[in-house]
């Protein structure tokens, strides 16, 4: 994709969606991190399920701590990986009592300090909660990436560092949302709609697809 096929893109999706959110569901930057860190290898609709019970009984570090690592592997026993995960977010909500007086801290330094918080986790907060202009690269906006010609890379970090270079600064913020609803429910892994696909015109598979029809 040169810069004007990519001006168009997201020219496209921003017409489309103009304000988009995560599909996580939450009501403060605790329970972002909370939810965040339970969606590894987990769809955000298993997430939602569990979390709408566990936040009316834990939506702050200390709440969550007094549950227990026995208590909140209950709650979201639901939840693949429940077990690492809760033993994950009790030692994370320890840390940010002891370190950051129960405030979820604005850093990525901070942030990936924290116990089952990695660089993609972190993005996420940081995009979602404080609205830095980052890309928490999954499996959706690695594929994306690279399927479209947007950011082409062999690791999710490659593909990061493309698209903060390629993408205008004007979609920064909303980016990394635009990518992953597209990846989820168009440009999906084994049968892209392309068809159905707004932004096909400016895609390199999109348009590799119409010059074999033509």
């Not at 892994?189 to 895609?203: D, G, H, I, S, T």
């Amino acid at each position: 994709m040169n810069k004007q096929q990519i001006l168009g893109f997201f020219k496209t999706l921003r017409a489309a969606n103009p304000s988009p959110q995560t599909e996580l569901e939450y009501a403060s930057v605790f329970e972002l991190l909370a939810a965040v860190l339970l969606s590894a290898q987990a769809t955000d609709v298993s997430v939602n399920k569990a979390t709408r019970r566990l936040f009316l009984l834990a939506a702050t570090p200390q709440q969550m701590l007094a549950l227990g690592e026995e208590g909140l592997s209950e709650q979201i026993r639901t939840i693949g990986l429940f077990r690492s995960k809760a033993r994950h977010l009790i030692a994370t909500c320890g840390l940010l009592i002891e370190r950051h007086g129960g405030q979820v801290p604005r850093s990525r330094e901070a942030l990936e300090a924290l116990p089952g918080v990695g660089r993609k986790t972190a993005n996420v907060v940081l995009n979602c909660a404080f609205g830095e202009p980052t890309m928490a690269v999954d499996t959706h906006l690695f594929r994306v990436g690279n399927r479209t010609g947007l950011a082409s890379g062999k690791t999710p970090l490659a593909v990061e560092m493309a698209l903060l270079k390629r993408i205008p600064a004007e979609f920064l913020v909303d980016a990394h949302h635009w990518l992953i609803l597209h990846g989820r429910y168009v440009c999906k892994a084994r049968q892209p709609l392309c068809a159905q696909c707004k932004v096909a015109e400016f895609c390199d598979h999109g348009r590799r697809l119409q010059s074999k029809i033509a």
